[in-house]
């Protein structure tokens, strides 16, 4: 099965800052990824498709990059609302998530 | 609007079985597959299992292989999954999501339900 492994485990980061969230595969995987942000309690909401997608009614401060191996999640100014966990996640079966990043307020 | 509404979870012994159902509503179900997600406490998420449209093509994670069976009734608009020997480690919020691309079994997630949790213990 493909490992998706994430880093940083946690963030610590200010309102406004400037977010980065790796993802690494353990073998190519194309553009076959997504993000998703969950919060507590909540189910998981996706953000972006096919690695840099953007979901219909996702702010555009969100971005995602990256091809084969190596993928990451931007939030070009961060937000109240955006302290949350995510994932993210490789959808050649078996479908497998990175273990999450939490960002925090710093 | 897009629902996922799951039920069934409960507090069962080690041992046991439990069958969850996901009832979907504000979209052609008999179009996309479903997959099942959980969650254990204060941990990340893992796909437990999907089944295609036609339910051609099914696909369990190997920690519950052998002992989860994933169903679906079009006519009912409505996802299951037959969970039998269940052990502790399978204690879990259980999400049903919908796959994203219609037909695709090879796709991203949008929208998952609420979830239903099962606790297995004595």
């Known amino acids: 099965d493909i490992q998706m492994t994430q880093s940083p485990s946690t963030l610590s980061a200010s309102v406004g800052d400037r977010v980065t969230i790796t993802c690494r595969a353990s073998?190519?995987?194309?553009?076959?990824l997504a993000w998703y942000q969950q919060k507590p309690g909540k189910a998981p909401k996706l953000l972006i498709y096919?690695?840099?997608s953007l979901e219909s009614g996702v702010p555009s401060r969100f971005s995602g990059s990256g091809s084969g191996t190596e993928f990451t999640l931007t939030i070009s100014s961060l937000q109240p609302d955006d302290f949350a966990t995510y994932y993210c996640?490789?959808?050649?079966?078996?479908?497998?998530f990175g273990q999450g990043t939490k960002v925090e307020i710093k | 609007e897009v629902q996922l509404v799951e039920s069934g979870g409960g507090l069962v012994q080690p041992g046991r079985s439990l069958r969850l159902s996901c009832a979907a509503s504000?979209?052609?179900?008999?179009?996309?597959?479903m997959h099942w997600v959980r969650q254990a406490p204060g941990k990340g998420l893992e796909w437990v299992s999907g089944?295609?449209?036609?339910?051609?093509?099914?696909g369990y994670a190997d920690s519950v292989k052998g002992r989860f069976t994933i169903s679906r009734d079009n006519a009912k608009n409505s996802l299951y999954l037959q969970m039998n020997s269940l052990r502790a480690e399978d204690t879990a919020l259980y999400y049903c999501?919908?796959?994203?691309?219609?037909?695709?079994?090879?796709?991203?997630?949008?929208?998952w339900g609420q979830g239903t949790l099962v606790t297995v213990s004595s």
């Open positions: 089944i295609s449209w036609n339910s051609g093509s099914i």
């Open positions: 504000g979209f052609t179900f008999d179009d996309y597959a």
């Open positions: 073998q190519s995987i194309s553009s076959w």
């Open positions: 996640q490789q959808y050649n079966s078996p479908w497998t």
């Open positions: 999501a919908k796959s994203a691309v219609r037909v695709e079994l090879l796709s991203w997630f949008d929208p």
């Open positions: 096919k690695a840099s």
